[in-house]
C-alpha cells in the first residue's frame, strides 16, 4: 500500500532513516565532515518535495529550526553549493537516479 504525505518533517524523517541505513556516514577519509551523506541526501529530497532551487532550498532550512534539529545540523546550513556538489557526485555513482530528476 502507497502512502504520501504533506508534511515536510515526517517526509524528512523517513527520508532521513533510510538514507541512514544505505549511505555512510562520510565519502572518505579526507572529506570535510561537516555534514553526513545522510543529511546531504535528506536535503536534496526535500529540494524535490518543496520543488525549489538550491539557494531556496538552504534559505528555508535556515529558517526551520525543527527540520535543522531532525536532521541534527544544529544552527549550521550547508551552502548551496555543497548541495550542488553533493548532487552531481551521487548522480555520478548511480546514472538511474540521473534518469529520474
Known sequence: MSRTTKSATEFAQIAYDAA???FPNFSGPFSPKKFTQPQIVTILALRQFFKLDYR???QRLSEWK???DLLG???RVP???TLIHAEKRLL???PSL???M
Do not use: I, N, P, Q
Request: net charge positive.
Open 20 to 22: 541512514c541505513r544505505v
Open 56 to 58: 531556496g532550498t538552504t
Open 66 to 68: 525543527e527540520l535543522r
Open 73 to 75: 545540523l544544529g544552527d
Open 79 to 81: 551552502h548551496f553549493t
Open 92 to 94: 555520478k555513482k548511480v
Open 98 to 100: 540521473a534518469c529520474s
